[in-house]
């Protein structure tokens, strides 16, 4: 038999200013990208095939500026993820490469900022969206209760964390899921 949990989603709050920040530096790589292209071409005889490459931070440019903002596109593409790969590609093949290295490890850490954010309560223990996922175990909670909608996790070191979890969800009935955490808490002692 599958033990019982409940799922909450919570609203990324910061996903706004995480794109804006994503933008941002996708502009400054292709920028980059662009300066290297005018100002030391003297340097490095460009070829056919070297100007492809150097065509493609204009091209992923306005790729992001028609595509990126578009809603019922971006749902289905990671925009900013494709860019920079084909950014950092462009930096791996012609350095430096700690750019390329650094570019891919904002892109780490922005597809991180960009998941879901899941409250899992389970019968053995609730698992947080932190990074790394944080499991809390029932015997470290004072109260764990829904109340109008707000999620209330009451720690016993005396720390509370509150999210409302979006509406598009259907919440469990209050009474049912305050039952199951009380039994959770009585049981964890």
């Known amino acids: 038999m599958m033990e019982p949990s409940f799922t909450f989603t919570i609203p990324n709050e910061k996903k706004r200013l995480y794109d804006r920040f994503a933008l941002l530096l996708f502009i400054l790589s292709a920028a980059g990208i662009l300066i290297r292209f005018f100002f030391y071409k003297k340097n490095y005889p460009i070829t056919a095939g ?11 440019l306005l790729y992001v500026f028609f595509v990126a903002y578009n ?6 593409i990671k925009t900013f993820l494709l860019a920079t790969l084909n950014l950092s590609l462009f930096w791996l093949i012609k350095g430096p490469c ?3 290295l650094l570019t891919l490890l904002l892109a780490f850490f922005y597809l991180l900022a960009q998941r879901e954010l899941n409250i899992i309560v389970s019968n053995s223990h609730i698992i947080y969206p932190s990074f790394p996922k944080r499991s809390i175990p029932w015997s470290e909670l004072n109260n764990l209760i829904l109340k ?5 996790i009451d720690f016993k070191n005396d720390a509370i964390i509150q999210h409302y979890p979006e509406q ?3 919440l469990p009935g209050e009474k049912e899921f305050n039952e199951f955490c009380r039994e959770r808490l009585v049981a964890s002692g």
């Open 71 to 76: 809603d019922r596109i971006r749902k289905h």
């Open 50 to 60: 070297q100007l492809i490459i150097f065509s493609v931070p204009i091209l992923l």
């Open 98 to 100: 700690w750019v390329a």
């Open 148 to 152: 109008d909608g707000l999620l209330t």
């Open 168 to 170: 598009k969800m259907s």
